[in-house]
Structures are given as C-alpha cells and as structure tokens.
C-alpha cells in the first residue's frame, strides 16, 4: 500500500469472505429505465437523442448477462436473492416522495405497469424476494435490513441500474448497517461512463468492495449446497 495514494485502506476493517451469509441483491432492473425498449429509451429516442447508448449498450452486453449468471448461481446454491424494483403503487404516484413522483408518473412506472415489470431474463421465481422503493435508495422505503437480518445473511453482491444512483444508495445504506457489501462492477450501468467508474473508485473508501462476476462466482464457490 502507499500510503500516500491509498491511505485509507488502512483504516478499512478486514473481512473474511462467508459465502454462507451472502445474498444476491438485483436493483430496478425493470423495463422503464433498464431496458432501450422502455419509457426512457423510447423518450430518448423520440427526441432524436443518444445519450442513452452508453447506458442499454452497457445493460445488453454485461448487466444483464452478468446478473443472470449470478442469478443461476445464487439459485443453484441455494442462497436468497433479492429483486428491488422501484416505482409508485398507483399511476398518480402519490405514495411516493416529491422529487420522484414526475419521474414515476411520465414513464408509466407503478404497480401492474409494463414499465414497472422486471426485464423477462430476470424474472423472479415464486419463492424470490421482491421489494419495491418509492426512494432511490431501498434501506429508505423498504423492509430490506429486517428481511436480511431474518435471512441471516451480513454479505451482499449487488448488481443493477443506475450505478451511481439507486445501486451506490443502497450499497451505502447497506454499509452503514453493518453489512459486507460488493459492488459486482461488470454487471452494474448508468448513462455515462465516467459515473460509473467515479462510483466504484470511491465506494472502495470505506464503504465496502468492488469485484467482477467471475471473482463474485468463485468467491460463492465455496457454498456447500
């Protein structure tokens, strides 16, 4: 370490990767801003706008396809998997907050909505967790800390959109209550690159740890099933 360029890592607690305590946490994956065919690609599109390339190029080729592997694993193991959505429970969105509720309502996202729905590749089975926040971040608007104390699980990988917003939200809510928290950085995306990368250099200060999908599937390896 260099003290100089990397000092704070030493006032960073060491801890032991338990595969057994982890969970699979998947945020707003949904078809109003996670996929180029939702309310958000279709408004930039009708405007003639590109500045969402970055974001569902990046969604098609790693978010998705790296959360779903995830997913398969966490499955076969066993192990509990959380699906966060977020959007309003009625289309005037007043059980949201203020700042979220013109967002909510000019992109269709509540409950029994298309755009609500999670992308199809990742669909929920029967017996998966499914949380929805009217927030940006989940520890705000859900039951997500009693539910993972419940699980008994102190460990978790987290994927999803938007990274510099809704995932870096919940991953420091998530920190501050003690958990061990990793941000998969392969299967996490935003609109600009630029904020994904700031988010995952600095969320290693303190706040937890930033891993592949490949080092997060053989980190869980060690789960005996």
Known sequence: ??????????????????????????IDLQYATGSRHGALGRKLQSQGSSVGNYRFDRIESHVVPNSLRLL?????????VLHVTIGAAHADALDA?????????EFQNHVGSREHEILDELKPLPNEHVLRKTTIGAF?????DSLLRALRCEQLYLTGVSTNMCVETTAREAADRGYL????????????????????????RLFGRVCSTDEALQEMAAVHV
Not at 72 to 80: D, I, M, T, V, W
Not at 140 to 144: E, F, H, L, P
């Open 181 to 204: 928290v990793s941000l998969v950085e392969d299967a996490c995306g935003t609109t600009h690159e630029d904020l994904h990368q700031v988010t995952m250099r600095n969320f290693q």
């Open 97 to 105: 907050p203020l700042h979220m509720r013109k967002l909510f309502v």
């Open 1 to 26: 370490m260099n003290p100089a360029t990397d000092y704070i890592r030493a006032y960073m607690a060491e801890r032991p990767i338990e595969p057994g305590s982890s969970a699979l946490v998947m």
């Open 72 to 80: 398969e694993h966490f499955r076969q193991l066993g192990r509990p």
């Open 140 to 144: 705000a608007s859900t039951g997500i």
